[in-house]
């Protein structure tokens, strides 16, 4: 018989040690809104924009990002989406803010996505943001967001 078996306060601390480490720390999941659309570059081939965004961390540790997926819709076009990798850490109950630099091609997306980011920098345009932050944690699943608002896309 193993020493375990023959131990059931440390079989059960063993379990209840296992059990946690499956289910990872509970993490409150962040607020992330989208900011800013900076115009950065225009050719005839590509457009880059530089999508900035604030998040809110609402727990009582700091999350270390390591890596952000999202999408964002624009007037319910999808407009850019991805992954990248990141290295920053939003403070414990604080803020913190990230940047995206992303290449779009208007004459694939179409002539609706180009209306749209035209008339964007007269009027504001409703986003819909979802994507998940990967965060440094040990055990920690990734953290889904989601948010929506309206937002200006600025010339450089």
Known sequence: MGRLARNPATLAGVLALCACAGSGPR??????????????ALSLGSQTFVLSFDVS???P?????????YAVMLEQERF?????????????????AFSISVDVDLVRSGARLASILGSGTSRPLAYQLHGSLDIALPFAQPIAFRSDGTILVHGR
């Open 80 to 96: 850019a989406g991805g992954e990248t990798t990141a290295g920053f850490t939003i403070p414990a109950s604080g803020d913190g």
């Open 57 to 59: 961390n609402p727990n």
């Open 27 to 40: 993490v409150l999941s962040p607020e992330v809104r989208l900011d800013n659309i900076t115009v950065s």
């Open 61 to 69: 540790f700091p999350l270390p990002v390591r890596a952000i997926r």
